[in-house]
């Protein structure tokens, strides 16, 4: 019964005869109820022929037995309020018991307390202990029909047994009206059912008389929902820890078919994954009902589950069942399914009665967000993975191919300082060197920490490439640089990033190649007048291994790792002469005064 609403019990002649302390509150008269004998008094002067017109009309002998009117109802006070008031008649043993309801204008709708309410009503004779009455929900509940039910002894409610007896005799002793949600030792009340089913329930009872006969009514509100929530919010929990530790994708998917079967009673479960542009079904629990293999749907809306990966909504079909056997849906309702997007790694299906999805949505919500962060996390630790590697990989090339011809150049300028002593040109060379043991010597640390922890400052564009440009044997190159922006980074690893690429466009593209450094919106490009790079190898270019050409196949992969240690982008592309340019993007701007493209 809704909060809101008040409740009145009156006889045929509007003589008041019990009321609830909701309606008592509403009309402001909680310390003197005995003050109020008919309920109309409690009305104004306009609406109390408009109330007692409706009470003759529903106890008169074929008429009715519910009416619904709006009222203006009066406080002692003088205060009034706009009221819906209900009037539901009840007949026991030839007397009239009618139920009014009131709910203030505002509160919503007034409640349908004896025809409608979704909790079993059961009017029980004081005296004899036998029903006298029972609503539609209560014969629902009970499973019986209502010529069954009236005349039985409200014992035949409850199960048999001493033990259920006894506590239910303790928890109702001494009680004046109220509510049994639990026997004292703990455990719950429940109703058998004419299948033999326990329903456990919450039991509110009210007592009044009527024609001096005491009358007892029980509202039995059916609590299997929530404690079959409780049951599946505790096994979830459970689930979530052991969810979060796996390690494969494949193990991921299977759990979250068997969890979903177990935890929420559905009769099969389908997970499906993004596999080549189609959603595949990747694990299934409970496949026995289905007459075949689960059908692989493509991307997009032309099926439900394209439909729920696409748009990240549930979709919910009737014939779902022949659906995933790649038939057509026959529109039986007994046989639907629910389309769950499971984020961007497909959609889970769910099969069983109506609207499987039940009231669990947010329970099944909770571990799908789970499993999704669980993949997450694989996929996260298998690109570090990889990455590691190839940094080992890197390493690796570096020690072993570049310090070994650097001992034997540095070696051999030792022998020719000797034999020729001081001269510019020696001098240049052992710059050189040193210069690629300083880099050699970073990059084995970098590869090695698999971080680079040095301090990142506001530095010009042009000025670290047209150092980087000065290090580097361009031949008949040219270098334009058209930005004069500042950026955030660390300046010996930007000047590195530059070399490198002066490098390869002057190896790929020729020695007579023109490179421009420019500005872009959140970055900077490089791009030359050479061949470009295919669209095919775009995506290798910045592997360790790779070389289009003799080089060592990591001197654009160390490109990347700079990128990576900046929190940058890099994509390859076009150049606007048709050569290969890299754009750089997500850097942080400090200064800009030159126009971007």
């Known amino acids: 019964m809704d909060s809101g609403a008040g409740v009145v019990f009156v006889d045929a002649d509007d003589r008041l005869e019990q009321w609830t302390d909701r309606a008592a509150t509403l009309f402001g008269i909680d310390d003197d109820r005995s003050a ?3 309920f109309h008094s409690l009305l104004t002067s306009e609406s109390q ?13 074929n008429s009715p037995s519910a009416r619904r009117l709006q009222c203006t109802a009066r406080r002692p006070d003088g205060s009034t309020f706009e009221a819906a008031i209900g009037l539901d008649v009840v007949d026991i043993d030839g007397t009239q018991l009618v139920i009014v309801s009131v709910r203030p204008e505002g509160e919503g709708y007034y409640a349908e307390l004896f025809e409608t309410l979704p909790d079993g009503v059961f009017i029980v004779d004081g005296e004899s202990q036998q029903i006298i009455d029972v609503n539609p929900a209560g014969l629902e509940l ?20 001493e033990r259920y007896r006894e506590g239910l005799k303790e928890a109702m002793a001494g009680m004046d009206g109220g509510t049994i949600r639990q026997f004292p030792d703990g455990s719950n009340m429940y109703v058998e059912t004419s299948s033999g089913m326990h329903v456990p329930i919450e039991m509110s ?29 505790f096994a979830l929990r459970e689930a979530v820890q052991d969810l ?19 935890i929420f009673t559905y009769e099969t479960v389908v997970v499906r994954a993004v596999e080549n542009g189609r959603l595949n079904p990747v694990a299934v629990a409970g496949n026995d009902s289905l007459e075949g293999e689960p059908r692989s749907f493509p991307l997009g809306e032309s099926n439900p589950a394209g439909r729920a990966f696409t748009e990240g909504t549930t979709q919910t079909v009737a014939g779902a069942w022949a659906l995933e056997c790649g038939e057509d849906p026959d529109d039986d309702e007994r046989y639907s399914g629910t389309y769950l997007p499971f984020g961007s790694y497909g959609v889970v299906t769910v099969l069983g009665a109506v609207n499987p999805y039940g009231g669990t949505e947010d329970l099944v919500r909770s ?14 630790e298998r690109r570090l993975k990889a990455q590691n590697e190839r940094l080992d990989r890197f390493a690796g090339i570096v020690s072993h191919d570049l310090r070994n011809p650097l001992s034997i150049a540095s070696g051999h300028v030792e022998l020719l300082e000797e034999d020729l002593g001081g001269h510019d040109s020696l001098e240049e060379i052992e710059y050189a060197l040193t210069r690629i043991d300083e880099l050699v010597t970073d990059v084995l640390e970098i590869a090695r920490e698999g971080n680079d922890d040095r301090d990142v400052e506001s530095v010009t564009l042009e000025a670290v490439a047209r150092a980087a440009w000065s290090l580097v044997d361009t031949a008949d190159a040219t270098l334009a640089v058209e930005t004069t922006a500042s950026i955030r980074a660390n300046r010996v690893r930007l000047q590195q ?4 690429l002066f490098r390869n466009a002057v190896e790929h593209a020729g020695s007579d190649v023109e490179v421009c450094v420019g500005g872009l919106e959140d970055g900077f490009y490089l791009e030359d007048d050479g061949p470009g790079i295919s669209p095919d190898e775009r995506d290798s270019v910045l592997t360790v291994g790779y070389s289009g050409a003799d080089g060592t196949g990591f001197g654009l992969a160390i490109v990347e790792s700079i990128v990576d240690e900046h929190g940058w982008t890099v994509t390859v592309g076009d150049g606007r002469d048709g050569g290969a340019r890299f754009a750089f993007r997500q850097v942080e701007i400090v200064d800009r005064v030159d126009a971007t493209v």
């Open 367 to 380: 571990l799908l967000a789970c499993a999704e962060a669980t993949l997450d996390r694989i996929h996260n």
């Open 497 to 500: 990033l530059f070399e490198n």
């Open 142 to 161: 009970m499973e019986y029909d209502r010529e069954t039910l009236i005349g039985k002894p409200n014992s035949f409610l409850h199960p048999d047994g």
């Open 36 to 38: 109020v004998d008919r």
């Open 205 to 233: 009872v009210n007592y009044t008389t009527v024609a001096g006969r005491p009358i007892a009514i029980g509202i039995f509100h059916d609590i299997s929902p929530r404690i079959e929530r409780e049951r599946a919010d």
């Open 244 to 262: 979060i530790t796996i390690g494969t994708p494949e193990r991921l998917y299977e759990r979250v078919a068997t969890d979903l079967r177990d």
């Open 49 to 61: 022929p408009v109330y007692l017109e409706a009470l003759e009309e529903v106890t008169a002998p």
